[in-house]
């Protein structure tokens, strides 16, 4: 454990996430117990296995429709919404709890083809459609930079989100989240206005 590191981190005006998949929950414990408090998760299974509700919880991983259920009364942000489908899933399994669930959506602006996330030019239809649900409630916008040496692309690429963020913020209430950043370019991340990073393999080294 990076204890000199998550100190460090917690001590920034930022929101940490710490990343916590394919560590056990007494890792997560551990961290708790150094002063995180909201924990991210990929995979639903995973997520399930270790989840205390003492705990916030973000799911950061590519969503499937049919694993929403599992979690809508367990999360309190779904960071990767990247399509009408699946914020229509959230809308309609958080009213049968009678819920507004807190979401971000992720957008793709990473050329990279496994990358996942909503196309730039998909953004305004699906804030058209999420402004009508009563049940999600959006917070802002999320993306995964491209995983590259070359700096100069991954601040364009952040640069973009927060150009998108500032205009959001701008037209709508309750955007005050940008998630950006991993354990390999969050310092870029701040720099360049993500007020929530998702660090998790620098945490546990």
């Known amino acids: 454990m990076n204890t000199q590191l998550i100190e460090h981190l917690l001590s920034l005006p930022v929101q ?17 117990t150094l002063g995180v408090r909201t924990f991210g998760e990929n995979r639903v299974q995973e997520f399930l296995e270790k989840y205390d509700p003492n705990y916030s ?3 950061i991983g590519h969503l499937q429709t049919n694993k929403v259920k599992y979690i809508i009364d367990k999360v309190d942000m779904i960071e990767s919404v990247d399509s009408l489908k699946l914020a229509s899933e959230i809308e309609k399994q958080a009213k049968k709890i009678g819920k507004v669930q807190d979401i971000l959506i992720e957008l793709k602006v990473s050329d990279d083809p496994n990358k996942t ?24 916008l999320m993306c995964i930079a491209s995983n590259t040496e070359d700096t100069q692309k991954i601040e364009h690429e952040f640069d973009t989100m927060h150009s998108l963020y500032h205009d959001l913020q701008q037209k709508r209430d309750h955007i005050d989240t940008l998630s950006m950043g991993m354990s390999h370019d969050y310092p870029i991340a701040i720099k360049h206005g993500a007020n929530t990073i998702r660090v998790g393999t620098a945490l546990f080294e």
Do not use: F
């Open 16 to 32: 940490l996430v710490a990343v916590t998949k394919k560590h056990t929950k007494e890792e997560v414990d551990a961290l708790y």
């Open 57 to 59: 919880w973000h799911i």
């Open 117 to 140: 996330g909503l196309p730039l030019e998909d953004l305004d239809d699906l804030l058209e459609k999420v402004d009508q649900m009563e049940h999600v409630r959006l917070r802002g």
